[in-house]
């Protein structure tokens, strides 16, 4: 059969509560325009992360109901633990409450004052905790990724020649560990290739450097080489995940995307007497090393859910489901950013409205019509999230590009709710011209994007942004040059 099908069916329903067009038009402004703001329940599609949102299977909620809440030991652990050594092949596995608790802890421990930690883009997360500790963050991204037109299968890989230089410049002593981000989050989504992991696990491995890999989409990202690295065609997705993390010495995830799990997270590794400091540092902000943070329950559904996420059949579907959204999106001329990754579709704000530059918000023009159109809720990865108001001209000094991110959660959502995804998006479309810009009338000192409020400008433009450098397409560079 050509048709491919979700490789499951519905036991339980969440029902969707319908909005109209004037309620959305209240609600929004109630909510300064900002997505954040608006209640779950007055969404019709929610796309905005596919972090924590994934539908869990009866094997998993079967699991749950043997989770055992012992304080100390519990069976869960176990089982748990079990599951990753199984799965990873690192033998140190400690629970934690999600992925961003496992930077925090692990780079405490690990990262020192003034030294570099290179990836190829590091999370948000990632990079705020490594600098907490004033290290370094640096985003060493392949240079096929800057190009938008390129469809080059693997950008998310790291620029082997940049590690290279890197190491040349500096001792041993400055570079902690390497990571890698797979897939590369901050950049789309976009997979690492195993030749390239390898590669870069050699030059550091050269030097006597460990590799620790964020592998929060580590599913994904071995499906995506089995499909585009013609070496791994016939090699089972559990066994390119081995290859995988046999190159690294652990690895840092959050539970919450390829674990299939609405909480939690771990970190795996090899070294023991690492492994044991880490554990005394858990306990003061996660609790006892045996549960992390986490309820036995949540143990068990991602020791079910970790399996789960490797079935082939799930992942083609994942990838299948995803192409859907891209191609729909492309068909109606949408500009998307190419090629689309398994777990996010990227709109190209800058493209989708040419006549609103960047200080006015194209991505949060866009993210609010699609709430306005059809009650989807994306996210703005643009001006809105990482631009910033010049303290002395008060004018916005935009980010180098404008995305919105509809975000795919995992076994969610079916293909009738991606059509009215694509005809909303459609309908958007096709009245850009009448779209104006947006402000910020209103914004925290930090993180701006969760609490900010912004309003329509009115139809004529001209409000300052003509002062302002009018960024070209640099396509998928976000995180990156940071
Ligand atoms: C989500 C994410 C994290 C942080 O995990 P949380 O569970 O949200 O704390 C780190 N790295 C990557 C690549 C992620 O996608």
Redesign the pocket.
Known sequence: MKTIIEPFRCKTVEPIRFTTRSEREKLLKEAGNNLFRIKAEDVIIDLLTD?GTSAMSSEQWSAMMRGDESYAGCQSFFRFQEAVQEIFGFQEVLPVH???AAERLFFSQTVKAGQVVPSNTH?D??RANVEALSGQALDLRCKEAADSESDYPFKGNIDLEAVTELLEGKGPDQIPFGMI?ITN?ACGGQPVSLDNIRQYSQLLKARGIPLII?A?RFAENAYLIKEREPAYKEVAIPAIVREIFELADGCLM?A??DGLANMG?FIALRDPELAARLKDALILTEGFPTYGGLSGRDLEAIAVGLKEVLSEDYLRYRAASAKYMANGLRANNVPIVVPSGLHAIYIDARQFLPHIPPAELPGQVVACQLYLEAGIRTCEIGTAMFGHTDPKTGLEVPAHQDLVRLALPRRVYSQSHFDYVIEGAERVYRRKGELTGMKIVWQPKALRHFTAQFQSLPQAAGTGSEHCPRHGKTLSTAGAGK
């Open positions: 972090s999600q992925g961003r999370f997360t990632t981000t989050n964020d929060a959050s919450k995307k997270g």
